[in-house]
């Protein structure tokens, strides 16, 4: 299905009936709009499934529509309360995903006009309360592609600062890379009417204030995050993929990051990242393709103690020991010392 999902077809969706499906949670991971990277994050699957499986079981309770069915223990879905081990397959409904068309310069999305529902929505939501170091956005800012106005700023945002209303903003899904978009854009491009997007938008303010509720009391701060919405066959809005975990989201601990930004930080000071950038600037559609190096693979050090932050955050976040390991606050000590924060 992608870098770091499989998907197990149980009844694939048709035009006017949605489907279901498996998501395997692998243990590959992905940064830059790469693809799969050179290692595999020991038992990331397992903790990555659990907790978006946690937060899509909470959401539920507001009643907000979800694809979520539940995990697969003895070959059936159970519910969390029901599982006795950790799981990384993920029952879920399906609905199409419907590919925009490239051309050498920009993307077709006319095939979104012309259905009704049943389909993924080819946008990536995203929520901003803090902003990071690292943090996309005052870069954007810097560079002038986007505006303080667009954003409803008044002043220009400094690194770790935390807004005073959070920010949402929208880029697109299904091109080569992401690529931020007004909402006007993101209205066009996918048929979307005026309520349907600030539906979206509501339901993205509380996806993200459930998030922050869940985890303030253990010491993390939800710095941002992403999620991703498709259309049931009758167009309601419906919240897919996954949910809260450390790769849809970015939180931090006392500053440290407890999500896949660790692995962005390493990546940043390689030739390989260097040259993805320089190239992801002459390219927009294949712009893979002239990328010549490789990325590397992570220090063994460094892997052992993202793979312990992840299942460490799991059993924190949901409040179960699912991985047998030490403490969340002494992996958190141990990774600052890696990198002498």
């Not at 990331?44 to 697969?72: R, V």
Request: charged residues 30%.
């Amino acid at each position: 299905m992608g870098s770091v999902k499989d998907l197990i077809l149980i009844n694939p969706p048709k035009k006017g009936a949605e489907g279901r499906g498996r998501f395997c949670f692998s243990d590959r991971y992905s940064v830059f709009d790469w693809g799969k990277m050179p290692d595999l994050i020991p038992e990331k699957g397992k903790a990555l499934c659990i907790i978006s499986a946690y937060f899509f079981e909470k959401l539920e309770e507001l009643g907000i529509k979800t694809h979520y069915l539940g995990l697969i223990e003895d070959g059936k879905p159970k519910y969390l309360d029901e599982l006795k081990t950790a799981s990384n397959l993920m029952e879920v409904k399906l609905v199409q995903v419907l590919k925009p068309e490239a051309s050498l310069k920009e993307y077709d999305y006319s095939v979104y006009k012309a259905r009704k529902g049943n389909f993924l929505i080819p946008l990536e939501v995203i929520w901003r309360n803090h902003l990071p170091e690292g943090s996309s956005l005052i870069k954007r800012l810097k560079e002038g592609s986007v505006t303080l106005k667009d954003l409803g700023l008044s002043s220009m945002p400094k690194e770790g600062e935390a807004l005073s209303l959070p920010i949402i903003e929208v880029s697109t899904k299904l091109e080569s890379f992401d690529r931020y978009i007004s909402w006007e854009e993101a209205k066009e491009i996918c048929g979307l009417l005026e309520e349907e997007k600030e539906g979206i938008k509501r339901l993205t303010a509380k996806v993200n204030e459930l998030i922050t509720q869940e985890i303030e009391p253990i010491g993390l701060v939800n710095c941002d995050g992403k999620i991703e919405f498709g259309f049931t066959k009758d167009r309601h809005l419906l919240l897919v993929d996954a949910v809260g975990t450390l790769d849809e989201c970015r939180f931090t601990y006392s500053g440290l990051p407890v999500s896949k930004e660790l692995l962005r930080i390493f990546y940043r000071e390689t030739e390989w990242f260097a040259e993805v950038e320089r190239v992801k600037k002459k390219e927009k559609i294949e712009w893979k393709e002239s990328v010549k190096s490789t990325p590397p693979p992570l220090p063994a050090r460094l892997l052992f103690l993202v793979s312990a932050l992840y299942q460490a955050s799991c059993n924190e976040i949901t409040k179960r020991r699912w991985f047998d390991l030490p403490s969340f606050s002494e992996i958190i000590n141990e990774i600052q010392e890696y990198y002498r924060i």
